[in-house]
């Protein structure tokens, strides 16, 4: 049995028993794989001689690309070459930061194939966010577009530098990559633990952490996220996230990729929820992932007007309000399922075609969950843990668990919360506010917001002789907004006493309760500034907002 067929043979039994939770979790056994590569044993096989659609472009102006399977093994084969040719080697870190365009998805294919690790990147981060991820990364080469080009000050030589969308000086010019051949021959054997993706995560850390994902716990992992989206061969499947991120790559090329779906691409320069719908109905898009946010902006119209094709639709990145799922139910007659997933794994907990609807859903096949209290005991309201081999990965998410083995969510152990679909850490929002020099202690936490779910709220201790006044709230706001991505920027400063265990630590719980109850009541202190106060009169500094 060839390692490909194995592969496949899991694929199909999960898409055979998409509806069938019971059977699919108590017989799916994961491939046994020693040698594999996603792209080279899976992809490109199946590829061969297939003409039907895998990505589809369409932007707002009505412009379409699309491309088969066996257009994109071919591109996909000359840009490996290309990378080759460009000193790009087995093992090599290739940080990529580019759009929704052609280039993301060749890109992957070709780094898979010649055994590159691809570092996905935001354009949203700062300039000291992506010299961190050049250093600590060990970048050995960046593909990146010729507006962002420019924010990389590289001086050390062997970094191997390529714009996609034209001629920069001192960049290699990715459109070369045609002239190269499309057959391509590999060196050397890929090993199934061989590393294909690099992210960088924030945690309980000043900095992000590094994660590492292979052929094994992505390529083939992400069969898990495949059959939680329920797709199938045919399907044309449309996830709304940014590039950079973990749900990206998931939702855009593996998952749908296993399931031999198309990715469809809606390209626009601001988001519209209207444009979204009308493409989604024009374009007879099957499958729908969403974050919350998304959602919420759908629900803004009328939704019962769009006579669409969808027969899956799925949401992700933190829990969804029972209201949304009941009217979007009442407007479309779909239940949109719920579902967990951290970007250490894939998805690990989720609702399923076929079955009932509840809070997170159950473990997916393949994946053993335990809840384990703070004394590592097993219990039925806990820490969710994965177990992989013969240890546990902690995932700080606390759940229960009811009788039926649904899982509900309860919060975050290590303080992370999500803004819109963005993962924030109070930590590295803290150690850049520590440098101003008005802040002598500070706690951030989630401050309820009704369409990004939380927005980072500073609640500030002053340095001594410095009053809390709207402009020092003012000038931490953009001391924030200088060194961090739009998404983590702080939008609410108040100035207080910071309340602390007798050990000293901050009470961030008691902080955060305190601030539910704030604004749930619409009640505001006497010290407290949000970033609307200054809106109206400094428009130039918020002119960039929260994608």
Not at 145 to 163: D, H, L, M, P, Q
Not at 376 to 389: L, Q
Not at 459 to 481: C, N, Q, W, Y
Request: charged fraction near 25%; charge should be negative.
């Amino acid at each position: 049995m060839s390692f490909r067929s194995e592969f496949e043979q899991a694929r199909d039994f999960l898409i055979l028993h998409r509806a069938d939770y019971d059977y699919a979790y108590e017989h799916f056994q994961w491939p046994k794989l020693d040698k594999f590569n996603w792209a080279l044993d899976y992809f490109d096989s199946m590829a061969e001689g297939n003409h039907k659609p895998a990505l589809w472009f369409v932007d707002e102006n009505g412009r379409e690309e699309k491309y088969s399977y066996s257009d994109l093994s071919l591109r996909s084969n000359q840009v490996a070459n290309y990378l080759r040719h460009l000193g790009i080697q087995r093992g090599d870190h290739l940080l990529l930061m580019v759009g929704n365009d052609t280039s993301q998805w060749e890109i992957l294919l070709a780094a898979l194939k010649i055994g590159a690790v691809i570092v996905p990147t935001s354009s949203l981060l700062s300039s000291e966010e992506l010299e961190d991820r050049m250093l600590r990364g060990s970048v050995r080469a960046i593909v990146t577009t010729k507006a962002e080009s420019a924010r990389f000050n590289i001086s050390a030589s062997g970094i191997a530098k390529v714009t996609v969308d034209g001629v920069v000086s001192g960049w290699s010019d990715y459109a070369e990559a045609v002239q190269e051949k499309t057959d391509f021959f590999p060196e050397g054997v890929t090993r199934v633990t061989d590393p294909i993706v690099l992210y960088f995560v924030s945690g309980m850390t000043a900095k992000p952490k590094m994660v590492i994902h292979t052929h094994l716990t992505y390529a083939v992992g992400n069969l898990s996220t495949m059959y939680w989206m329920g797709l199938r061969p045919g399907d044309l499947h449309m996830n709304i996230s940014s590039a950079g991120w973990a749900e990206h790559i998931w939702s855009n090329s593996f998952a749908p990729w296993n399931a031999e779906a198309a990715v469809f691409v809606y390209k626009q320069s601001r988001f519209s929820a209207v444009r979204e719908l009308e493409a989604i109905t024009k374009y007879y898009v099957t499958s729908l992932s969403a974050p919350p946010t998304v959602w919420r902006l759908f629900l803004a119209e009328d939704l019962s007007s769009y006579k669409t094709s969808l027969r899956e639709v799925v949401s992700v990145g933190e829990p969804l309000e029972p209201n949304i799922i009941q009217k979007v139910e009442g407007a479309w007659g779909l239940t949109i399922r719920d579902g967990y997933g951290q970007t250490e794994t894939t998805m690990l907990i989720g609702n399923t075609p076929g079955q009932n609807v509840k809070g997170l859903g159950r473990p997916l096949p393949g994946i053993k969950i335990q809840l384990l209290d703070k004394s590592g005991e097993a219990t039925n309201d806990g820490e969710i843990c994965v177990e992989r081999r013969q240890e546990l990965f902690h995932t700080s998410d606390l759940a229960s668990r009811d009788e039926k083995g649904y899982f509900i969510f309860l919060g975050r152990a290590d303080e992370i919360f999500k803004c819109s679909d963005y993962r924030i850490s109070p930590y590295e929002i803290e150690a850049v506010l520590l440098e101003h020099p008005a802040i002598r202690e500070v706690a951030v936490i989630p401050s309820p917001d009704p369409l990004r779910l939380a927005v980072p709220k500073a609640v500030v201790f002053l340095a001594k002789g410095i009053e809390p006044t709207k402009d020092v709230a003012l000038s931490i706001m953009i001391h924030t907004r200088a060194k961090l991505a739009p998404f983590k920027r702080v939008r609410r400063v108040e100035f207080s006493d910071l309340p602390k265990s007798v050990s000293g630590n901050i009470r961030r719980l008691e902080l955060r309760l305190r601030e539910q109850k704030k604004v749930a009541g619409d009640e505001r202190s006497p010290y407290e500034f949000w970033e609307e106060d200054f809106k109206a009169s400094l428009p130039e500094i918020w002119a960039q907002d929260l994608p």
